[in-house]
Every structure is written in structure tokens, then in C-alpha cells.
T-cell receptor, first 114, second 111 residues
Framework: DTGVSQNPRHKITKRGQNVTFRCDPI?????LYWYRQTLGQGPEFLTY????????KSRLLSDRFSAERPKGSFSTLEIQRTEQGDSAMYLC????????????FGSGTRLTVV | GESVGLHLPTLSVQEGDNSIINCAYS??????FIWYKQESGKGPQFIID?????DKRQGQRVTVLLNKTVKHLSLQIAATQPGDSAVYFC??????????FGAGTTVTVRA
């Protein structure tokens, strides 16, 4: 297993379009997280899953955002009716039930809304 | 609200010198902290962690110090190398298995 994989790496979309990102976590990790990072800032928590259950969603996650992890493996993050303010790096991370080493991040998907 | 933050947004250091990156946290209940390194175009990468029952932890060329009295963390990098140029974040581990990040310090290594 080579780590957390995110696709696509870059996405340019027009305002109002829908976009979907995919995250493939480390296979033995049961927790999966989505974060958003804007330029010059630290990652901000969006949501996380334990197996297929979505346990928490940040207030940053408006109704236009939805995340799924249907089989407790890969996850998708969809943004509907994109706005320019959605432009950011979307990071996925996975971790086990323990705290050791926090969790492992993917390289992210860079979204640009034009 | 309570948050994790860094003192300085940028740090320029001469190659071979030691670097010190600081971080202040406000949640006195925090009991686990992690330093991450993020290179351009990549996700954050784990460097070193420390639990609140420790004052110091050492890794390879890196040392983390924790001062619970003033709620302060620091990351020391010995003999800084060009490959150390990156953004460094401290992160606080909450009781709900969620990391909270500060804004980061950009380290630039001068040749």
C-alpha cells in the first residue's frame, strides 16, 4: 500500500458546476477525514468517517457539500453549484483507531473555480 | 474559541544553522500534539509528536519541546538543510480523534 491516494490532483471548473473528488485511504485504516486548505492557512476539518459511518460534519460543510464512504473503503466528496470561494486544496487523510502518528494525508485535490 | 496557532508566519535560516519554530495553544485540556511538514503541492507529513505527560521528545535532527505552563510548543531542527524548506504546522489532537491545525510557519533555507 503506497499511502492515501486522491484523484484528481487538479480540477478547474466553472462556477455553478458540480465536482466530485475521490480518496482511497490506507487499506487497514478505518477512519477517513476530509480537510480543506486555503492559501497560507492550515487545514480546516470538514468531516470524518469511521468505516462507512459519517460521525461528524463541520459547520464549514454547507448543504452544497456531501461526502460518502459507502463500503467503508474509498470516499467521495461532492460539491454542488461550485462558487469561487470553494477554490482550495481538499485533503483526505486516513488513520486507525489509535492516536499514534495522528493520521496520514494524501497529496490533495487542488480545486479552482473560475 | 480555542485554537492552535504559530507565532511567526515566516522563518529564514542559513543552511547548517538550527531552526526553532514556535506554536502557542489555548486549550489546556489538549494532551497530544503533532508537528507536520508540508512541501509545495503535497499533503502534510508527520514529523514528530508529543504527549502532555512529556516535556521533550527527540527524533532524527528534530526535537519538540512542550511547556504546559505557558501552553507553548516548539520544534527545533538541527543543522537545517535545503530539504527542510517547507511549511510547518503544529496540530492539536482533540478527544474526538480530530486534529486542529494552526496557520503554519514557512521556513526558507538560505544557501
Amino acid at each position: 500500500d503506497t499511502g492515501v491516494s486522491q484523484n484528481p490532483r487538479h480540477k478547474i471548473t466553472k462556477r455553478g458546476q458540480n465536482v466530485t473528488f475521490r480518496c482511497d485511504p490506507i487499506s487497514e485504516h478505518n477512519r477517513l477525514y476530509w480537510y480543506r486548505q486555503t492559501l497560507g492557512q492550515g487545514p480546516e476539518f470538514l468531516t470524518y468517517f469511521q468505516n462507512e459511518a459519517q460521525l461528524e460534519k463541520s459547520r464549514l460543510l454547507s448543504d452544497r457539500f456531501s461526502a460518502e464512504r459507502p463500503k467503508g473503503s474509498f470516499s467521495t466528496l461532492e460539491i454542488q453549484r461550485t462558487e469561487q470561494g470553494d477554490s482550495a486544496m481538499y485533503l483526505c487523510a486516513s488513520g486507525g483507531t489509535g492516536r499514534f502518528h495522528g493520521y496520514t494525508f494524501g497529496s490533495g485535490t487542488r480545486l479552482t473555480v473560475v | 474559541g480555542e485554537s492552535v496557532g504559530l507565532h511567526l508566519p515566516t522563518l529564514s535560516v542559513q543552511e547548517g544553522d538550527n531552526s526553532i519554530i514556535n506554536c502557542a495553544y489555548s486549550n489546556s485540556a489538549s494532551d497530544y500534539f503533532i508537528w507536520y511538514k508540508q512541501e509545495s503541492g503535497k499533503g502534510p507529513q508527520f514529523i514528530i509528536d508529543i504527549r502532555s505527560n512529556m516535556d521533550k521528545r527527540q527524533g532524527q535532527r528534530v526535537t519538540v519541546l512542550l511547556n504546559k505552563t505557558v501552553k507553548h510548543l516548539s520544534l527545533q531542527i538541527a543543522a537545517t538543510q535545503p530539504g527542510d524548506s517547507a511549511v510547518y504546522f503544529c496540530a492539536e489532537w482533540g478527544p474526538d480523534y480530530k486534529l486542529s491545525f494552526g496557520a503554519g510557519t514557512t521556513v526558507t533555507v538560505r544557501a
